[in-house]
């Protein structure tokens, strides 16, 4: 077999520096380093394994890419092309056991690019490849790694350079036992409640993304990203918060693109030597050659660099992925004890003990109602973040919690001072089989006719029927589409909330009127999730929190 040679020079009177060689076609020899058939061999498989883990590998994504409406963009569309599965992914993320989920493809991938790189090595015996060769392809498999990596974590920082990855805690949260959290949880709160901490840690991974866009400041770039996100995979398994794979795909990416530069380093370092490293690099002598390279670069810092920044923020300012978007009924935010609470007609005195009677309640600064009973409610430990972009879908007010919070989502109709409530935690049991009381006419349970509320004939069926909300209701409620500011309309919010459009899940139900005249007292009666009559009494509470709230929160509410 040929030997082929990579143009790496070394001196000893020069610091650590980088610089160029543009090689020919033929492999130029002067001043070479000969790559020994281990290096040859680990190359191939490093080639194979990594542009298949830093290439798409699902057909969704590139349906993605082409259905992208580019003159009405949401941030999504182009956060959607930096986020995405790779690897071989043929016999799905639990082969290996629990331990390895997630990991499963990395491992296939790897086995495949072994057997693949032998098939390689016997090729190359047989037909005597030119020694450049393997350094032309160890330049384009660097730039592959920079670029994915550089894109990846770029659209991975702008979640948190505009603080919405973790937002500041709500009423719920703020009242909610520490130990009703789970340890993800407990954690994201942590950064939620310093949002320039947050802010900071986006600046570091936004600008490892952008130094890897260049070749002279790869390195940098590199060593940033790897500490970065090395703790960021340390916290996710210490915390259990679930984002450890993807993590650790850029540690792999950043710790491959270190590897170049070890040598030097370690003469530099370790050695107390002076070092220069001196990476192959295309001439790129043609004209187009020339203009595609700028062209590409240019486009690539355009949309990744400066459009998603503009999109970010404006998704920070008006349309946060993990809070609802659409404000809440002004008068009714805040903090309220339940001072009376009747079922059916029946008060229920306080007791912590007690499994029914509401302990408290908050409505918060957007569409949501929560309160507290003292009985159990399974766990959403889903990260919070809704996709379809409705607001029942954002659920980091709920994720993660225990101890009896339960979260509504609501639509008001605040002409007739009706809320329509479906529980924001999906997987509850299909109640679309319960019916009314006696007749149908009213509230479950066998309600005394003087305890019933008065609802529209169309929804004698129950808060189970398809019909629940009438149209002249929805008139009054308006579109949700448009319930945010305008500039942050896209072709993406309006595709999927057409796709949903009145579509309810089978989620628990509420149908609640209020009554209030200064938001300090407030009396909610109407029908329950079980369809039995409720009358409550609210009475706000001015709650003082050591927590400061700065002004660096998302949505305008």
Not at 13 to 35: C, D, I, Y
Not at 415 to 440: H, M, S
Not at 444 to 465: D, F, L, T, V
Request: glycine residues 8%; contains cysteine; proline residues 4%.
């Amino acid at each position: 077999m040929a030997t082929n040679n990579l143009n790496i020079t070394a001196s000893a009177e020069e610091p650590l520096v980088e610089g160029t060689v543009r090689a020919s076609a033929n492999g130029s020899k002067n001043n070479t380093v000969k790559w020994k058939e281990w290096h040859l061999i680990a190359f191939r498989i490093s080639f194979i394994f990594f542009v298949s883990i830093c290439i798409p590998n699902n057909i969704e994504w590139y349906k993605h890419v082409i259905n992208i409406d580019w003159s009405n963009l949401h941030y999504r569309d182009l956060y959607d092309i930096a986020r995405f599965g790779s690897g071989l992914n043929f016999f799905g993320n639990t082969i290996f056991g629990n331990a390895l989920q997630g990991y499963a493809n990395w491992i296939i991938t790897l086995l495949f690019s072994i057997v693949a790189s032998l098939v390689w090595t016997f090729i190359d015996k047989k037909r005597n490849p030119v020694p450049s060769e393997y350094t032309i392809l160890y330049y384009w498999l660097r730039a592959i790694v920079r670029y994915r990596a550089g894109i990846g974590i770029i659209g991975f920082g702008f979640t948190k350079l505009f603080p919405v990855q973790m937002p500041y805690p709500s009423y719920g949260l703020l009242n909610t036992d520490f130990g009703d959290f789970t340890a993800q949880k407990i954690y994201w709160l942590s950064i939620g409640i310093v949002p320039w901490y947050q802010v900071f840690a986006g600046v570091v991974e936004i600008a490892a993304g952008a130094l890897l866009f260049f070749r002279k400041t790869t390195l940098i770039g590199a060593a940033l990203l790897f500490g970065a996100l090395g703790d960021i995979v340390y916290v996710n398994f210490a915390y259990d918060g679930g984002v450890h794979v993807y993590s650790s795909y850029f540690v792999l990416l950043s710790a491959f693109l270190m590897v170049h530069y070890i040598p030097a380093l370690y003469n530099l370092l370790i050695l107390e030597k002076p070092s220069r490293i001196v990476s192959y690099y295309p001439s790129f002598s043609k004209p187009w050659q020339q203009g595609a390279r700028v062209s590409l670069k240019v486009a690539t810092i355009g949309v990744f660099l400066v459009l998603l920044f503009y999109l970010q923020w404006i998704n920070f300012l008006y349309d946060p992925y993990k809070q609802p978007s659409t404000k809440g009924i002004t008068s009714l935010r805040g903090y309220y004890n339940v001072a009376t609470f009747r079922l059916n007609g029946k008060e229920i005195p306080y007791s912590p003990l007690d499994t029914v009677r509401w302990q408290e309640a908050t409505f918060e600064n957007w569409t949501s109602l929560t309160f507290k009973v003292n009985k159990p409610t399974a766990l959403d430990l889903s990260n919070g973040g809704g996709d379809p972009q409705r607001d029942i879908n954002r659920t980091f007010e709920l994720t993660g919690t225990a101890g009896g919070r339960r979260v509504f989502h609501y639509y008001a109709d605040t002409v007739e001072n009706i809320l329509y409530l479906q529980d924001k935690y999906k997987a509850q049991p299909d109640r679309r089989n319960v019916v009314a009381g006696a007749g149908g006419d009213g509230p479950g349970n066998g309600a005394p006719p003087e305890k019933r509320i008065a609802i529209p004939e169309n929804r004698k069926a129950g808060i189970y029927s398809d019909s629940w909300i009438s149209d002249a209701a929805w008139k009054h409620i308006g579109d949700e589409v448009d319930f945010i500011d305008s500039r942050a309309a896209s072709a993406r919010r309006d595709r999927e909330f057409a796709e949903t459009s009145r579509k309810f899940d089978k989620r628990n139900r509420m149908m609640l009127k209020y009554h209030t005249s200064d938001g300090d007292h407030v009396i909610l009666e109407g029908l329950n999730e079980d369809q039995d009559s409720i009358y409550i009494v609210l009475d706000k509470v001015d709650r003082k929190y050591i927590l400061s709230q700065g002004k660096l929160v998302a949505g305008k509410y």
